[in-house]
């Protein structure tokens, strides 16, 4: 791979990491006690409950993100990393591979309450199982998408083209992010399978909430693309305030979009949080009681 490819590999993987920190990494550590409480008490079901719980929550914050981090890719690198000796083209490359990265992001974060999940049950066997298996699969299939990148010119082409950077030298590098998130859906995947067959419920659960999210994401995407559109010939691309702009009213666009579409769809997630945005800034008075009459 052409110099500089680490530097686009780790800027890109440090970038997608700040959703799983504050959503996967956040929600997998709030859940584990009340999970192991439930499972010390032999109540399975509140321990699956709580589970679909947090996993919707997951669900929900994760797959709009990707959707945006997807569609403002550029934007987002290039606000965050478009200074110094990084050119026009190192932004362009590392904002493909966060997309990609993107890719598993949702499952990246479940993978981690899973994990915990069959921590608090006590089998701690099979998440270090699953995980040795994805990971020789992430390299198996990361070493075999870069081999067949070389030897296939149309999915060369394909790639490139899909993530508009087929002017530019060193794509092979997007081979990494590719085989990171395919191995890390694997992974996500098969914790779910072990998990629905360990304990049962949980799918059923979290389905209705999975599609919701999508349809709405796919809107929010859509829209988020549109907004970058409209608002291009307005600020200068060229200039730090005019990308972050830019970017932050096509986010806030396709966001709106978004939560119309789960509001339309009765999304419960998005009930819950309106309620807990309403209850912490809008705080409901005290309904006294009739005075008692003597």
């Not at 083209?89 to 990609?100: E, G, I, M, Q």
Request: glycine letters at 8%; hydrophobic letters at 55%; proline letters at 3%.
């Amino acid at each position: 791979m052409v110099v500089g490819s680490i530097s686009v590999f780790s800027f890109s993987l440090n970038i997608q990491s700040i959703p799983l920190t504050i959503i996967g990494v956040s929600y997998s550590l709030a859940a584990f006690p009340t999970l192991s409480r439930h499972f010390a008490d032999k109540n399975l079901k509140a321990f699956v409950e709580q589970m679909a719980t947090t996993a919707r929550h997951i669900i929900f914050w994760s797959i709009p993100l990707t959707a945006l981090f997807i569609v403002l890719r550029a934007q987002i690198v290039r606000v965050l990393l478009g200074t110094g000796r990084f050119d026009w083209n190192d932004t362009r490359l590392t904002a493909a591979a966060l997309a990609l990265f993107a890719l598993s992001a949702v499952f990246q974060s479940l993978m981690l309450l899973f994990v915990r999940a069959f921590y608090s049950a006590g089998h701690t066997k099979k998440p270090l199982l699953i995980n040795l298996l994805s990971t020789g699969i992430l390299i198996l299939c990361t070493y075999g998408l870069v081999k067949f990148f070389y030897f296939s010119e149309t999915f060369r082409h394909f790639i490139s083209s899909l993530l508009k950077v087929e002017d530019l030298p060193g794509t092979v590098v997007l081979m990494l992010p590719l085989g990171y998130s395919i191995g890390t859906i694997i992974n996500g995947v098969i914790h779910w399978i072990g998990f629905e067959r360990d304990f049962g419920g949980f799918s059923k659960e979290v389905a209705r909430s999975l599609f919701q999210n999508i349809s709405a994401s796919v809107i929010l995407g859509y829209v988020s693309y549109l907004g970058l559109n409209l608002f291009a010939p307005i600020f200068h691309t060229d200039s730090l305030v005019g990308i972050f702009l830019q970017g932050f009213l096509a986010s806030l666009m396709g966001i709106v979009a978004g939560v119309i579409v789960l509001l339309l769809l009765k999304n419960k997630e998005i009930g819950e949080a309106v309620s807990t945005i309403h209850s912490k800034f809008w705080k409901a008075k005290v309904i006294a009681s009739d005075p008692e009459i003597v």
